[in-house]
């Protein structure tokens, strides 16, 4: 086991600690029966426990308060079935807000330090280590407007596993850890935990062949050309493919991209050391292999030949700085977390310290994109022209229409059995459509050649059409429902399960998401099995969320 892991004795500690909270709640939330207030009554355990949270924060109901949400037409009906839940209890006024998606972004960074009284529903893409999804929303290090946590939550235990999971390497310890960090959180509940969404890809099939789905939002366009991955796509008689994106794309540099979305656009112009492939097995990239020195040192081996689309040739320099180039960015965290420093051996060996054991060292690396030195030192803004050393370079972008690319001829890879040597299609236009009604009808007209995440309901007419290609995988990304845990009464914990065992999950998986997903109760994807089996899901809901 990890010398810094949190051990059999630290883990019952943790548990005994968190038992006795819970405890104390229950046992407060018995005596819910016996208060009172004039315009609201307990008659179930939600309710008690949310009348005993009014209670303590002295709040007279109704509470008003908003459901803030994206102007999204799904999102809406989510927010209306629980608009009608929480109105329906008596305890609680609601109305619903709907910004556009930056507004939306930017309240939700906001929100603790102006003390908006909102209720937030979003959603989260994770990856391929069980701490992209918890640390960065949970973590009290991470509270906006650095970090994620957008209700600047606060707990103890929680931040303790989560610390104990990056540090252990120990496969079945990280299991445990971050099973009992789930329970700790869904007991606790600064956010309902809804949904687990899928990964859906429509694409017309008289034009495009081999599509393949990644189950990442971030990495959709993979399937275009990811010859670390060994895949590519072909097109029936065309060069350029036309794809979307679901809104703007609002920064290009690494260092400053905090939206799914920017990473998509970006995803086949910057690459790094290592890939995580459309299975989740790691791959070589920039790296063409490694070894583990001692329990905090690697050594790399880079690509030799590589190029930058500005003509820079990719040495061993390019890695230590561009690494060093994150810290005190917004996404200082993806290196920051885990990296003390780096020793050049030669133009194209690098040793990586770290200052800790990293449990996700390798799929961390998949967050770090190298960059041309002229960008470090400040002669190039990536903000204004994106340059990496991908298989597309950056065009142009028209704000509010389209993101444009073209094949980079100068790539790296040379080609093998199962990917050419270069990439088949010359031109990617990525339409910016925001409605997915509106993206649903430029793919009918042949306006576009791929859409993801089509309106749910759409999705089996599609399936049934032969002239479309369909593809659906479990993914790393979950709806959810944040609470404003600054703001009395959701700085209560009880407040806050009461109305987390009130979510309707199934009556919007059905109504909403016409069962396109997976209810969820806990924030660790099924797509990483271990951490959030079938079964573990039940005793979870079982136990917390489901009312006796």
């Not at 707990?155 to 990280?174: H, P, Q």
């Not at 070894?291 to 690509?303: G, H, K, N, P, V």
């Not at 050649?449 to 399936?463: G, I, M, V």
């Amino acid at each position: 086991m990890a010398e810094n892991s949190v051990g059999a004795n630290e883990r019952n500690r943790l548990r005994r600690r968190s038992f006795l909270t819970r405890a104390g709640a229950v046992g407060v939330a018995g005596l819910a029966g016996c208060l009172s207030f004039d315009s609201a009554t307990a008659d179930g355990p939600a309710e008690e426990l949310i009348e005993e949270g009014f209670a303590t924060a002295d709040i007279e109901p109704p509470f008003e308060t908003t459901i803030a949400i994206t102007q999204d037409q799904e999102r809406n009906r989510v927010a209306q079935l629980l608009q009608s839940t929480l109105n329906g209890t008596d305890f609680f006024d609601v109305e619903i807000e709907s910004r556009d998606f930056g507004s939306h972004i930017e309240s939700m960074l906001s929100a603790a330090d102006t003390e908006e009284n909102a209720i937030f529903v979003s959603s989260w893409t994770g990856g391929w280590d069980p701490s992209n999804y918890v640390a960065m929303l949970f973590h009290s290090e991470n509270q906006t407007p650095n970090g994620l946590n957008v209700g600047h939550y606060e707990n103890e235990t929680v931040d303790e596993y989560i610390d104990a999971g990056l540090t252990e390497t120990d496969s079945d310890d990280r299991v445990e850890i971050y099973r009992n960090l789930q329970q700790e959180l869904v007991a606790d509940s600064p956010a309902s935990f809804v949904r687990f969404r899928e990964a859906t890809h429509v694409w017309d099939g008289d034009v495009v062949s081999d599509w393949q789905t990644y189950p990442l939002q971030p990495g959709s366009y993979y399937a275009v050309y990811a010859p670390w991955a060994g895949v590519y796509t072909d097109l029936e008689d065309e060069t350029e493919f036309v794809g979307d994106l679901g809104s703007d794309v609002s920064n290009y540099d690494p260092v400053k991209i905090n939206g799914t979305v920017s990473s998509q656009a970006t995803a086949l112009v910057y690459e790094q050391l290592v890939g995580v492939d459309f299975d989740g097995e790691v791959q070589p990239m920039l790296a063409t292999d490694w070894e583990q020195r001692d329990a905090t040192t690697y050594r790399f081996s880079l690509r030799e030949g590589v190029q930058f689309h500005n003509g820079e040739k990719l040495t061993a320099t390019h890695v230590k700085r561009s690494f060093q180039r994150y810290e005190g960015t917004t996404r200082e965290s993806d290196v920051y977390d885990w990296y003390e420093s780096s020793t050049i051996i030669d133009d194209h060996t690098i040793e990586i310290n770290c200052k800790r054991e990293y449990g996700p060292f390798e799929t961390a690396l998949f967050n770090v994109a190298i960059v041309p030195l002229a960008a470090i030192d400040g002669e190039l803004d990536l903000q204004e022209e994106p340059i990496g050393t991908g298989p597309y370079r950056f065009v142009e972008h028209e704000s509010g229409n389209h993101w444009r690319l073209r094949r980079f001829d100068d790539h790296w890879f040379t080609g093998d059995e199962a990917v050419p040597a270069t990439a088949p299609i010359e031109t990617i236009t990525l339409e910016i459509i925001t409605e997915q009604s509106s993206r649903q009808a430029a793919l009918e007209r042949g306006d576009l050649h791929f859409s993801y995440n089509l309106p749910s309901a759409s999705l089996a007419d599609f399936e049934r059409d032969d002239a479309y290609g369909v593809g659906r995988r479990v993914s790393g990304g979950f709806d959810m429902i944040l609470y404003p845990c600054y703001l009395p009464p959701f700085s209560e914990p009880s407040v806050r399960r009461g109305c987390n065992m009130l979510i309707p999950r199934e009556r919007i998986l059905e109504n909403v998401y016409h069962e396109i997903g997976q209810v969820a109760y806990t924030p660790i994807s099924p797509l990483l099995e271990d951490y959030a089996g079938e079964s573990f899901q039940q005793e979870i809901a079982d136990e917390y969320v489901r009312p006796n």
